[in-house]
């Protein structure tokens, strides 16, 4: 059977390797509450060594898009999993869940156990930013599904709340600010349409481009996501924060109003935090009005906090001690909608 599954284009061997290499990954996010090791057919986890009363489970999963597509190009596949863990366990955080587990899917037309544990590297460098305990996945050889060198990584998290203190918007209201915390770049979305402004104007992801510093476009564009978890949950024990945006695909005018009561916009005023040369670069590159950019990128703002004017700098401090840049870029408003005041 062995010998015909070879022919059918998936390498046992190389499986086998992948789960050798990757073990050592795995165990480095251990956490406090993992039950079970690797090669269990399920993940694990006590939640009662946590002590949480009326613990509220918040799980979320997603990809990382055509990010991917960059990577490739510029054979560079250590940090993807990063941005997998951040897509997932940016958006727990965002009810005030502490993520605990983390489970991975990478799918690849043939495996290359060397850059599955690069990939894997990654996860478990993000599971280690975010705390949470890389517990199981998958990793899949499809053959005729992907080309050859290319590959899909997805993940899935859960994380806990008490219920007291889950973070669902209802708190929120008129004349409460909005904090915003700097991105490290695009993150991972909008990658569609980077990577068409980057076709359409002929960029080279190799090349230098001396309005984006020092490195090549491609790994500018590979920065990984900011994983925003430590810190704001260390601002939500000491401040009483209303609302929390994970500022992904959509931009301000999608994310933040999911946080916002009915009846109730934001104010955001730009040139209060910075916006970074990537995006200044982008819009140049591909044309694209200046307002609209807003309604696409993070433009610099990676997760936005709702909470009282009066405890705002003691949030900006606190996020400052963990190395964050955080300052307040708006408010919320009694009219409907999301208004920006460019500059």
């Not at 993992?34 to 949480?52: E, K, R, T, W, Y």
């Not at 305990?133 to 992907?146: C, F, K, N, Q, S």
């Not at 219920?163 to 008129?174: A, E, F, P």
């Not at 500022?247 to 955001?268: A, H, K, M, Y």
């Amino acid at each position: 059977m062995a010998v015909d599954y070879e022919k059918a284009g998936v390498s046992l061997e190389a499986g086998y390797d992948v789960v050798r290499r990757i073990k050592k990954h795995v165990r480095s996010t251990d956490r406090l509450g993992v039950m079970g090791n690797i090669g269990s057919f399920g993940g694990m986890f006590d939640l009662s060594a946590l002590g949480v009363k009326e613990p509220v489970l918040v799980s979320g999963t997603d990809g990382v898009g055509t990010k991917l597509k960059i990577a490739f190009a510029m054979d560079k596949h250590d940090t993807i999993g990063i941005d997998a863990v951040a897509m997932c366990v940016n958006d727990v955080l965002a009810q005030g869940a502490e993520p605990l587990v983390f489970l991975d899917y990478v799918a690849q037309g043939k495996t290359y156990p060397e850059v599955v544990e690069q990939i894997v590297a990654g996860v478990a460098e993000g599971c280690r930013q975010a705390g949470c305990a890389l517990v199981g996945g998958e990793t899949a050889e499809m053959p005729g599904m992907y080309a050859d060198g290319e590959y899909d990584i997805a993940g899935y998290t859960t994380g806990v709340v008490e219920k007291s203190k889950l973070i669902d918007g209802t708190k929120v209201k008129v004349g409460d600010v909005l904090v915003g915390i700097a991105s490290t770049g695009i993150h991972s979305n909008g990658f569609s349409l980077v990577r068409k402004i980057f076709s359409d104007a002929g960029l080279d992801l190799h090349k230098v481009y001396p309005e984006l510093g020092g490195e090549p476009l491609g790994l500018v564009a590979l920065t990984p996501t900011r994983i925003y978890v430590k810190q704001v949950l260390d601002v939500i024990r000491q401040c009483d924060v209303h609302g929390v945006a994970h500022i992904t695909g959509g931009g301000f005018d999608e994310n933040i109003p999911r946080i916002l009561r009915e009846g109730q916009g934001i104010r955001v005023k730009e040139g209060s935090w910075e916006i970074l040369p990537i995006f200044r670069f982008l819009e140049k590159y591909g044309m694209i009005p200046h307002r609209e950019m807003f309604n696409i990128f993070n433009m610099g703002v990676g997760m936005v906090l709702a909470l009282d004017a009066s405890e705002a700098s003691k949030a900006i401090e606190i996020l400052a001690a963990h190395g964050d840049k955080a300052t307040v870029i708006g408010e919320v408003t009694g009219t409907p909608g999301v208004e920006i005041e460019l500059l």
